[in-house]
């Protein structure tokens, strides 16, 4: 009789609560439409639910008037038996610049403590020096730490550089090492030479986070599988594929009855896609959510958009009233990436990289107006750049400023102080006074209206009554 096959399930993290909504419509899911589903989604067995951190701290804020701290705390009440896992960029935590470390602690530990279980933490530009402080907070607050490497290619990119990498976060106390692959670029070939790699290299569970922008997504999930990845990222169908993830039910049952058997149930499965189908079809009828994500296009594997950015870059095109130019913009992506020493495009840099290339398609000629970001990357703001610098690109973006070579966050002194007075009375904890720290504007308005005192509804009923002569 044949021996039957070791079983090494794979396990499954579903994105459908931050980047598949992130991804496909600008992070506007609210809490009132997660919550019918949040104890079905409890139940199913994911390794963790993503569903915190990335753009709905500042979306939370900005658009929807919704507390991100209260989502959280929201969230952990409703799915108290799945690790929550939320995305942090490192010393930008969820902002766009450097934080003093001070704020990255405080930070780390208020989301431990308000219901966050899995810390993906990566940087942008793969500089370990921005994710040191982050990683050791995470593990002295006892999360679990999930260190990323952003995956791309370019010609400073290969398999050596990322196992390298992933040895370096092993070596600074990771608990799992994630391939952060924000645009769909990792082939499936690549992913299982990869994976196999890695899984030779690397004590730790790897973690796959892929996409489905280039149409591959599905096959690099399955190949990475065969190559013996741990976790993968997915998201149920409703708002799965296009720049989001693929989806949760394909691998499911693909995966049924193989040693790899996820062992989710697909009738679980399919009554939460009912329910989020509904708020996709919300979305789609407010405008919200643009068909345009959707749409596999292979021509992501010459600009490296990551979803996130192309809904951005079609929102800020819109605003601009230059819609007409969307493809001249995704074209001048990749030529303003080697001007800027070929970072990965993952937020921040790939705001950086796209608000910078609609600035030059727009203005007619490249580099006439330079963002402040930009001149932050190209004067080392944000960490050391993978590859070189077009040299009079940077000159003409900052002059004979000095560049920056040591560790960023090392020319900040402590900040939380300065923060926590500057946010005054608006601030009733020290989750506020973090909110004012990320997003000071957005916060100001959002915490003084939220600390407006509400109208008492008797004593509104009453003079009601009392007006009409009740």
């Not at 969820?94 to 933490?121: C, P, Q, T, W």
């Not at 591959?216 to 708002?239: E, F, K, Q």
């Not at 989710?264 to 919200?288: C, Q």
């Given at each position: 009789?044949?021996?039957?096959?070791?079983?090494?399930?794979?396990?499954?993290?579903?994105t459908?609560?931050r980047?598949?909504?992130?991804?496909?419509?600008?992070?506007?899911?609210?809490?009132?439409?997660?919550?019918?589903?949040?104890?079905?989604?409890?139940?199913v067995?994911?390794?963790?639910?993503?569903?915190?951190?990335?753009?709905?701290?500042?979306?939370?804020?900005r658009?929807?008037n919704?507390?991100?701290?209260?989502?959280l705390?929201?969230?952990?009440k409703?799915?108290?038996?799945?690790?929550?896992?939320?995305?942090?960029?490192?010393?930008?935590?969820?902002?766009?610049?450097h934080?003093?470390d001070?704020?990255?602690?405080?930070?780390?530990?208020?989301?431990?403590?308000?219901?966050?279980?899995?810390?993906?933490?990566?940087?942008?530009?793969?500089?370990?020096?921005?994710?040191e402080?982050?990683?050791?907070s995470?593990?002295?607050?006892?999360?679990?730490?999930?260190?990323?490497?952003?995956?791309?290619?370019?010609?400073?990119?290969?398999?050596?550089?990322?196992?390298?990498?992933a040895?370096?976060?092993?070596?600074?106390?990771?608990?799992?090492?994630?391939?952060?692959?924000?645009?769909?670029?990792?082939?499936?070939?690549?992913a299982?030479?990869?994976?196999?790699?890695?899984?030779?290299e690397?004590?730790?569970?790897?973690?796959?986070?892929?996409?489905?922008?280039?149409?591959?997504?599905?096959?690099?999930?399955?190949?990475?599988?065969?190559?013996?990845?741990?976790?993968?990222?997915?998201?149920?169908?409703?708002?799965?594929?296009?720049?989001?993830?693929?989806?949760?039910?394909?691998?499911?049952?693909?995966l049924?009855?193989?040693?790899?058997?996820?062992g989710?149930?697909?009738?679980?499965?399919s009554?939460?896609?009912?329910?989020?189908?509904?708020?996709a079809?919300?979305?789609?009828?407010e405008?919200?959510?643009?068909?345009?994500v959707?749409?596999?296009?292979?021509?992501?594997?010459?600009?490296?958009?990551?979803?996130g950015?192309?809904?951005?870059?079609?929102?800020?095109?819109?605003?601009?009233?230059?819609?007409?130019?969307?493809?001249?913009?995704?074209?001048?992506?990749?030529?303003?990436?080697?001007?800027?020493?070929?970072?990965?495009?993952?937020?921040?840099?790939?705001?950086i990289?796209g608000?910078?290339?609609?600035?030059?398609?727009?203005?007619?000629?490249r580099?006439?107006?330079?963002?402040?970001?930009?001149k932050?990357?190209?004067?080392?703001?944000?960490?050391?750049?993978?590859?070189?610098?077009?040299?009079?690109?940077?000159?003409?973006?900052?002059?004979?400023?000095?560049?920056?070579?040591?560790?960023?966050?090392?020319?900040?002194?402590?900040?939380?102080?300065?923060?926590?007075?500057?946010?005054?009375?608006?601030?009733?904890?020290?989750?506020?006074?973090l909110?004012?720290?990320?997003?000071?504007?957005?916060a100001?308005k959002?915490?003084?209206?939220?600390?407006?005192?509400?109208?008492d509804?008797?004593?509104v009923?009453?003079?009601?009554?009392?007006?009409?002569?009740?």
């Amino acid at each position: 009789m044949a021996k039957t096959a070791k079983k090494n399930p794979l396990f499954i993290t579903d994105t459908i609560l931050r980047d598949a909504h992130q991804s496909q419509a600008a992070t506007r899911m609210r809490i009132d439409d997660m919550i019918p589903a949040l104890e079905k989604l409890d139940d199913v067995g994911y390794w963790s639910l993503e569903c915190w951190g990335g753009a709905t701290f500042d979306v939370c804020m900005r658009f929807l008037n919704e507390d991100p701290w209260e989502r959280l705390r929201t969230l952990k009440k409703h799915m108290p038996k799945t690790k929550l896992q939320m995305l942090l960029r490192g010393q930008n935590i969820l902002g766009y610049k450097h934080y003093a470390d001070d704020v990255v602690d405080m930070f780390v530990a208020k989301s431990i403590e308000n219901g966050i279980d899995v810390m993906r933490i990566f940087d942008a530009l793969n500089d370990v020096r921005n994710v040191e402080q982050a990683m050791k907070s995470c593990k002295k607050y006892g999360g679990i730490c999930e260190a990323a490497i952003s995956y791309t290619t370019s010609p400073v990119h290969n398999e050596e550089y990322f196992v390298k990498l992933a040895k370096t976060l092993e070596s600074m106390g990771a608990d799992v090492i994630c391939i952060k692959d924000m645009a769909n670029l990792l082939l499936p070939m690549d992913a299982y030479s990869l994976v196999k790699k890695l899984k030779e290299e690397v004590k730790l569970p790897i973690h796959l986070h892929t996409h489905n922008t280039t149409g591959t997504g599905d096959m690099t999930n399955l190949m990475a599988t065969w190559a013996g990845v741990d976790i993968v990222d997915c998201a149920l169908s409703p708002m799965a594929n296009g720049t989001a993830q693929p989806a949760t039910e394909a691998l499911v049952a693909t995966l049924q009855g193989t040693d790899r058997d996820t062992g989710l149930d697909l009738n679980k499965l399919s009554d939460l896609a009912a329910h989020f189908r509904g708020v996709a079809d919300k979305m789609k009828a407010e405008g919200i959510l643009d068909p345009k994500v959707l749409n596999v296009d292979g021509k992501t594997l010459i600009y490296q958009v990551p979803g996130g950015m192309l809904s951005n870059l079609i929102s800020q095109l819109k605003q601009m009233g230059a819609e007409d130019k969307y493809y001249e913009a995704l074209a001048e992506i990749p030529r303003v990436r080697k001007d800027f020493g070929y970072p990965p495009l993952v937020t921040p840099t790939s705001q950086i990289v796209g608000t910078q290339a609609v600035m030059n398609v727009v203005a007619g000629e490249r580099y006439k107006m330079v963002g402040k970001e930009s001149k932050g990357l190209l004067r080392g703001e944000y960490g050391q750049v993978p590859g070189e610098v077009n040299e009079e690109v940077r000159k003409k973006a900052i002059g004979d400023e000095e560049v920056i070579t040591c560790r960023p966050a090392d020319l900040l002194e402590p900040e939380l102080e300065k923060y926590r007075a500057e946010a005054g009375d608006l601030a009733k904890c020290e989750e506020d006074v973090l909110s004012y720290a990320l997003f000071p504007q957005v916060a100001s308005k959002f915490l003084a209206e939220r600390n407006k005192p509400k109208a008492d509804e008797n004593a509104v009923r009453e003079l009601y009554v009392e007006d009409l002569g009740v």
